[in-house]
T-cell receptor, first 116, second 109 residues
């Protein structure tokens, strides 16, 4: 149980285009999902917290107009990178908060974004 | 911002040896977790230790937590080449996870 998927697993796009990444909790409902970004050989940095039915909470320094987050259902959150630039190339990982009350987050496999 | 600091940043050992990684943090926590990440892949949850626990075991893994020193250690015994990966500690406060900088472990066959 507690499986989280991400789609796509990797994507290459041209500078200036937008890319949407999906995060799904497959066998449980998640009112809260998180989006992280990881640059090569670095740790995961929390970008935003996504709550079902409400606006996402962004971390300091993360542009909310550039990284659009939509959490329209209890099993799906999407991250759209708008007007992507090469510096947005990174590994994007989502996680979903379990409902068991132990605050355990279940991580997706990540999406490798390359902007050319 | 990252509050966890891990040392060493990189560790290279021979198969069969033990590997110890340390993590320090700065704020209060509910629990602390350790994750493994193979190159270019997602995270694998290894073990969770609660703030009122001092030591926990899971297979070849042993985790300690010293809340007075705000530090934790992960010991992998009898390492295998397949243990080669990056290891991250993550402190948990409420629903928020904050990751350390990670330790790159290389186990040479």
């Amino acid at each position: 149980g507690a499986v989280v998927s991400q789609h796509p697993s990797w994507v290459i796009c041209k500078s200036g285009t937008s890319v949407k990444i999906e995060c799904r909790s497959l066998d449980f409902q998640a009112t809260t999902m998180f989006w992280y970004r990881q640059f090569p050989k670095q740790s995961l940095m929390l970008m935003a917290t996504s709550n079902e039915g409400s606006k996402a909470t962004y971390e300091q320094g993360v542009e909310k107009d550039k990284f659009l987050i939509n959490h329209a259902s209890l099993t799906l959150s999407t991250l759209t990178v708008t007007s992507a630039h090469p510096e947005d190339s990174s590994f994007y990982i989502c996680s979903a908060l379990g409902l068991a009350g132990n605050y355990e987050q279940y991580f997706g496999p990540g999406t490798r974004l390359t902007v050319t | 911002s990252q509050q966890g600091e891990e040392d060493p940043q990189a560790l290279s050992i021979q198969e069969g040896e033990n590997a110890t990684m340390n993590c320090s943090y700065k704020t209060s926590i509910n629990n602390l977790q350790w994750y493994r990440q193979n190159s270019g892949r997602g995270l694998v949850h290894l073990i969770l230790i609660r703030s009122n626990e001092r030591e926990k075991h899971s297979g070849r893994l042993r985790v300690t937590l010293d809340t007075s020193k705000k530090s934790s250690s992960l010991l992998i015994t009898a390492s295998r080449a397949a243990d080669t990966a990056s290891y991250f500690c993550a402190t948990v406060l409420g629903s928020r996870l904050t990751f350390g900088e990670g330790t790159q472990l290389t186990v040479n066959p």
